[in-house]
């Protein structure tokens, strides 16, 4: 493995546009499984609903519980013409901030009515850059903030979002709202395979990373120590954190579900222990920077010279798992939110 910098070129690889999934699989857990030996390289090829076939009793998995908010809500100008926005975060009481297709055409004191929905407006308050800041006329609970919004799809799904979306883009646990893209390696688990590994002896324990619209923001600087991360929301309970130390401790694996519960895992980790607490996080995972608070990853396949290969690649290897990309265009994997998984080993 190299010690030196890595250049944004580095990430790259060819993807044929086909492969890219807009579509989830008939049944979560139908979706093709790679399984990558981290330390050999080696390659196997399964389906997820086998994925216990490759889980030890003992094991920790970790999943991120965030719920996506239906965050892209249509509206309308109170001086006509449509508008779409994407609520990025509540900033308390009635305040929020988003960003919007029409960026340009919204002004301060300018009111949005939400197409879906009764009741609900906006009023935009100011903008600092393309980030709009906006006040409610009433407190958008998540209940509310469904009657009016739809999920946010990922941008390279072209397709308008379906009615089927609203269950398909969340994972079967998710809880705390206030996400805007999925946790999407928890999209494979149906709620018969996670009482499954659960009778095979496998511990699952929960922590919060509220995945933000910047997971989908590219890296412009070639040199990729020059980039700058996004800050996410992320909680760690005391208990969570008692428990992943527990197995370290006794020798289990620690196994992150997801890029998200990493990011967690990896921000919270201090002198060979996770430390329970609730803050943001703008870590930054990249080789030649290792990982060390996990064990084993199950993660989907991600875009190319994205932040999130760059953390499987810190994980992995650069070369293995740039060579385990290569496989998986061959096999015809379907990539992305809605695509296939990867258990990293």
């Known amino acids: 493995m190299r010690d030196d910098e890595y250049s944004l070129d580095d990430f790259d690889f060819e993807l044929p546009p086909e492969l890219i999934a807009q579509e989830p699989a008939e049944k979560r857990d139908e979706s093709r499984l790679l399984v990558l030996d981290r330390a050999t390289g080696k390659v196997t090829h399964s389906r997820f609903s086998r994925i216990s076939e490759f ?8 999943f991120n519980d965030a719920r996506v908010m239906h965050a892209r809500v249509p509206c309308m100008r109170e001086s006509g013409g449509a508008v779409e926005l994407i609520l990025l975060a509540h900033c308390g009481n009635l305040r929020w901030t988003a960003i919007s297709n029409r ?10 009515i939400p197409l879906r929905g ?17 006040e409610t006329n009433v407190p958008l609970t998540p209940d509310a903030l469904d009657s009016i919004g739809v999920v946010p799809l990922p941008p390279y799904i072209t397709r308008e979002a379906a009615e089927y979306d609203m269950e398909r883009y969340q994972t079967v646990y998710a809880r705390a709202s206030g996400a805007v893209a999925a946790p999407t390696a928890g999209l494979h ?8 590994i659960d009778e095979m002896g496998v511990q699952t324990e929960f922590v919060t990373l509220l995945v933000s619209w910047g997971t989908f923001q590219p890296v412009r600087s ?3 120590a020059e980039h700058k991360m996004h800050f996410e929301r992320f909680d760690i309970r005391d208990e969570t954190a008692v428990a992943i130390n527990k197995a370290r401790i006794e020798g289990r694996r620690v196994v992150a579900v997801g890029t998200t519960s990493l ?41 190319p010279r994205s932040t999130l290969l760059m953390l499987v690649s810190a994980f992995a290897g650069h070369d293995t798992v740039m060579a385990a990309y290569r496989e998986a265009v ?6 992305f ?9």
């Open 118 to 134: 009764e009741g609900v407006e906006f009023r935009i308050t100011g903008r600092v850059g393309d980030i709009i800041e906006l």
């Open 337 to 345: 939110s809605y695509g296939d998984a990867m258990f990293i080993i």
């Open 55 to 62: 889980l030890r009793p003992g094991d920790l998995l970790v």
């Open 263 to 303: 990011r967690v895992l990896e921000s919270t980790f201090h002198s060979g222990r996770n430390i329970p607490g609730e803050g943001d996080t703008n870590i930054f995972i990249r080789p030649p920077g290792k990982v060390l608070s996990i064990d084993a990853l199950i993660t989907n396949f991600h875009t």
């Open 330 to 335: 061959e096999m015809r994997y379907r990539f």
């Open 103 to 112: 960026t340009k055409k919204l002004k301060p004191g300018g009111r949005l």
């Open 189 to 196: 688990f149906t709620d018969d395979l996670l009482r499954r």
């Open 222 to 224: 070639k040199n990729i």
